[in-house]
Antibody
Framework: QVQLQESGPGLVKPSETLSLTCAVS?????????WGWIRQPPGKGLEWIGS???????YYNPSLKSRVTISVDTSKNQFSLKLSSVTAADTAVYYC??????????????????WGQGTMVTVSS | QSVLTQPPSVSAAPGQKVTISCSGS????????VSWYQQLPGTAPKLLIY???KRPSGIPDRFSGSKSGTSATLGITGLQTGDEADYYC????????????FGTGTKVTVL
């Protein structure tokens, strides 16, 4: 079955860059779907960060766009997140997830159907 | 700040029914498909409903979704203790750019 696994440092200093990777198994990233990042600060709700297609096409949350870069490595079947100039407000559990993206009669569609288990990232000196 | 508004909490006794509302606008719910996610304590979210009212394989028919105009609703019938969780709606927003938005989240408590 399709599985996603996040990895990366659990502690990042303020003003530095947060870097995470999501390894995909059981499915080839190049076969389709978009691949996204979502985060959840402690005790708070979900926030979409951005998504990427295997071609490199990206969509970003407008509120984070200036600090976010999402990239894909099809040879390793993984995709990555970089978030620059982090502050304590970026402390959160970071999830990677898969979703389709398209247009149908009822509008745009694309639910996050498979999620990684999440990884906690704390921003602190 | 989320653009999709949900009630902070709902509760009911085992076996009863609860409904969770998700209110948005024409740029999101009004013109795109809605999804619902269940997040059990300490776990990753799980897709419950997609394309307004479709259930992924393995999701019981106790869970249902509907959409009308700029609002969506998740219904849970035959409430079980295992349904205690946070529930989030989500959809794409296509106002100035294309981005995904989640609802504020609703805590379901089984009394």
């Amino acid at each position: 079955q399709v599985q996603l696994q996040e990895s990366g440092p659990g502690l990042v200093k303020p003003s530095e860059t947060l870097s995470l990777t999501c390894a995909v198994s059981g499915y080839s990233i190049s076969s389709g779907y978009y691949w996204g990042w979502i985060r959840q600060p402690p005790g708070k709700g979900l926030e979409w960060i951005g998504s990427i297609y295997h071609s490199g096409s990206t969509y970003y949350n407008p509120s984070l766009k200036s600090r976010v870069t999402i990239s894909v490595d099809t040879s390793k079947n993984q995709f990555s997140l970089k978030l620059s100039s982090v502050t304590a407000a970026d402390t959160a559990v970071y999830y990677c997830a898969r979703h389709p993206l398209g247009i149908a009669a009822g509008g745009g569609y694309g639910a996050f159907d498979i999620w990684g288990q999440g990884t906690m990232v704390t921003v602190s000196s | 700040q989320s653009v999709l508004t949900q009630p902070p909490s709902v509760s009911a006794a085992p076996g009863q029914k609860v409904t969770i509302s998700c209110s948005g606008s024409s740029s999101n719910i009004g013109n795109n498909y809605v999804s619902w996610y269940q997040q059990l304590p300490g776990t990753a979210p799980k897709l419950l409903i997609y394309d307004n009212n479709k259930r992924p394989s393995g999701i019981p028919d106790r869970f249902s979704g509907s959409k009308s105009g700029t609002s969506a609703t998740l219904g849970i019938t035959g409430l079980q203790t295992g349904d205690e969780a946070d529930y989030y709606c989500g959809t794409w927003d296509s106002s100035l750019s294309v981005f995904y938005v989640f609802g504020t989240g609703t805590k379901v408590t089984v009394l």
